[in-house]
């Protein structure tokens, strides 16, 4: 429903849907609908320099260059990692938020509603709806409609 990409001076720019605040910038009051590509603002007080991106079904995901990784958009099923999103009354966060818990990531890839992360150390985590073991940790029960909300290690990947 979005489309994002990095400039080589890493800024991130994005564009279309922003029903769920995927494209992470200021929208028109009038429209969810973006159709030129605008700048996404990080926290000034992170300095964040992107240097890759991954855009799921409703949600967003980045790695910058410090090994840090930010998501934003569609957030009840833990896609974003943004643990207590049902605080704000909101499915969605509209601009990004770092990912707690997840240091010297390399790579990120999004579905469409979950994370995946990978790690300097060849590990990956996981994040969001676990629908059809989709994310990898094995089948729990209770996390099968929610997902879980915090990066979980794929321990079946450990040393691979």
């Known amino acids: 429903m979005h489309s994002g990409c990095i400039t080589r001076d890493h800024s991130v720019y994005t564009w279309g849907s922003s029903t769920f605040g995927q494209i992470g910038r200021d929208t028109s009051a009038d429209s969810n609908l973006n159709f030129v590509p605008g700048k996404v603002t990080f926290p000034a007080d992170e300095n964040v320099l992107p240097v890759k991106i991954s ?7 980045i790695v910058d260059l410090k090994g840090s990784a930010y998501c934003w ?22 601009t990004p938020k770092r990912v707690m ?6 790579d990120v ?9 990978l790690k300097e ?7 969001g709806k676990e629908d059809f073991g989709c ?24 040393g691979h």
Do not use: N
């Open 55 to 61: 855009c799921g079904g409703m949600h967003t995901a």
């Open 73 to 94: 958009g569609k957030s009840d099923s833990g896609q974003t990692g943004y643990s207590d999103w049902y605080k704000s009354h909101s499915t969605g966060l509209d």
């Open 101 to 106: 818990g997840v240091k010297r990531a390399v």
């Open 109 to 117: 890839s999004c579905g469409g509603f979950h994370t995946m992360i």
């Open 121 to 127: 150390s060849g590990s990956v985590y996981a994040m």
């Open 135 to 158: 994310l990898g940790i094995g089948i729990v029960q209770d996390r099968l409609s929610v997902g879980t909300e915090e990066p979980t290690p794929i321990s079946s990947l450990k």
